[in-house]
């Protein structure tokens, strides 16, 4: 892949379902969420105008809308989700880093979770 420019979304909290215990299963708990996008940013900055570029708001609302309305038992389901919204957001978006945290999950810990990287290319190859 070509020298690509990153786009990130980072810390966005966001209520929902995701979990495997009963309590999880029933109450929305705090999912923050951080997101890399790497593009081609370039056309952007030549033409300074907002259609060149990945629009992170549209992402950002299509991320919160799937976490609110799904409920995944494992993060790494969720994150995997995610990554799939990331890309049917927007065609320039060639690879995502999603971190799905669930802050105290565990005790004496700030917060759990994991990173995951995917391409765009390996996404439709459906690996």
Aim: proline share 4%.
């Amino acid at each position: 892949m070509e020298r690509m420019d990153r786009i990130f979304i980072k810390d966005l909290l966001v209520r929902g379902i995701v979990g495997i215990k009963p309590d999880e299963r029933a109450n929305r708990q705090d999912i923050l969420v951080n997101a890399t996008f790497w593009a081609d940013t370039r056309p952007a900055a030549l033409s300074d105008q907002i259609e060149d570029t990945v629009n992170y708001r549209s992402a950002a609302k299509a991320m919160i809308a799937h976490i609110e309305s799904e409920g995944p038992q494992l993060v790494e389901r969720l994150a995997a989700d995610l990554v799939r919204v990331c890309f049917e957001s927007d065609p320039r978006i060639q690879a995502v880093e999603m971190s799905v945290e669930k802050p105290g999950a565990v005790r004496f810990s700030r917060s759990v979770g994991l990173t995951i990287y995917r391409t765009r290319a390996e996404m439709q190859a459906g690996a």
